[in-house]
């Protein structure tokens, strides 16, 4: 396999796409604090198969578990 990048972004948040949920008209991240997560709104930039780039919402060096919790609505 041979990945091409379409296109380049510095100093952006990317989170896995399968982590990105949608609440009515706003996309969520579970963002997990201490023992539980909470949902948390975002505006997402480019999206693609993969990841997706989050303009605005979280911060840097927060702790998202890989998809949504099962179960768990916002």
């Known amino acids: ?3 091409v990048a379409l296109e380049r ?6 989170v896995p ?4 949920a949608e609440d009515g008209n706003r ?3 579970w963002v997990i604090a201490g023992r539980s997560s909470v949902a ?3 505006t997402l930039g ?3 198969d993969i990841d997706a780039v989050v ?7 927060v702790t998202i578990p890989p998809s949504p ?3 768990e609505r916002p």
């Open 17 to 20: 796409r399968e982590s990105v």
């Open 55 to 61: 303009t605005t919402g979280l911060k840097e060096g």
């Open 1 to 3: 396999a041979v990945n």
């Open 69 to 71: 919790p099962s179960g």
């Open 40 to 42: 948390t709104a975002v």
């Open 9 to 14: 972004h510095d100093d952006v948040l990317v």
């Open 46 to 48: 480019a999206i693609g």
């Open 27 to 29: 996309s969520v991240v």
